[in-house]
């Protein structure tokens, strides 16, 4: 007989259950601090494309908006460092904070309005005149293999390293494994 899972199908106590069944549960959303900010963030829209213009001018008339953050107002964008094997040559492909003249996928940020409230922010972000080139996407490694469009333009290719796999001769292999003197 196979040996039972005793895990799939069987009830886990979960102890944080009952304070979010009673209403009790804590949300970093629920936090109130006396001159706290809320932030919201102005995501590109389109996948590939140059920034052309940003103006938050009409986001900061808005009374309860507090400041408009753009690559322009934080001058040299630092970029996000890989977390998980950064390997030497990818740092010209490290992606930047907040998009300063081009963006690169859809979602990347473009400013980040702070505001008295969520809603304020919104506000802002909704009110910053955005105008976007749009520039051919890079969606798959196919597109990304014929370097038409650049990502990255000062890399001057869409390819962050190049591995080749070489398929050896497994008969021989087999053969010198077993005509080799033993180091028993």
Known sequence: MIGTN?????????IEDLRFLRGRGRF??????????HAAILRSPIAHGRVTFVDA????AITGVRAVI???DIGVVPRIPLRLLPLPGTERFLQPVIAADRVRYVGEPIAV???????????GIGAIA????????????????????LLFEEAGTNAAMVFTGVKGDADAAFRDACSAPSTY
């Open 28 to 37: 970093v959303g629920d936090l109130k601090r006396e001159g706290m900010l």
């Open 113 to 123: 309005v702070l505001g008295d409230s969520p809603a304020l922010a919104e506000d």
């Open 70 to 72: 753009t690559a322009k």
């Open 6 to 14: 005793r895990y799939i199908g069987s009830p886990v106590e979960r």
């Open 130 to 149: 955005l105008d976007l080139e749009e520039l051919p996407p890079v969606p798959d490694r196919h597109a990304s293999e014929r370097d038409e469009t």
């Open 57 to 60: 001018s009409a986001a900061l």
